[in-house]
């Protein structure tokens, strides 16, 4: 029993030093997927207008197989919610789905907080020291 006690500190956690660097990479790698989903749904909404979809652009895009079968999920009229907030038209797009607002500001807010990320490391490898 005394050999247990003296190689196995209770105080220190196993994995100590490793777990926090793993769970940073982790954290990273999904802001900069969440970073370039930000960046292609800001680029969709200023494209893509209401009208676009509705006279059935862009061709690609399959038809919601819930809404073929005449039910309503959660997303049905994010896209036209999406596209519709992008162009201004707010209440529009509130209209289409409620839940196109949050989306599109979080998405907005993503990509401000990565761009001022990117400028922030630009400066400090231009001025180093600062």
Avoid at 40 to 69: K, N, R
Wanted: glycine share 10%; net charge neutral; charged share 10%.
């Amino acid at each position: 029993m005394g050999s247990i006690n003296s190689t196995f500190d209770v105080r220190q956690r196993p994995f100590d030093s490793e777990l926090p660097n793993t769970s940073r990479q982790v954290l990273i790698g999904l802001w900069y997927v969440s970073l370039i989903y930000s960046l292609l749904l800001i680029a969709y909404s200023l494209f893509v207008t209401p009208q676009m979809l509705d006279s059935g652009f862009p061709g690609w895009v399959p038809e919601c197989p819930v809404h073929a079968s005449g039910g309503h999920c959660l997303a049905c009229g994010l896209t036209h919610s999406i596209a519709a907030i992008g162009h201004g038209e707010i209440s529009a797009g509130i209209a289409n789905n409620i839940l196109g607002m949050p989306i599109y500001l979080i998405a907005a807010t993503n990509l401000l907080y990565g761009a001022s990320v990117f400028l922030l490391l630009l400066f400090k490898k231009i001025f180093p020291g600062r």
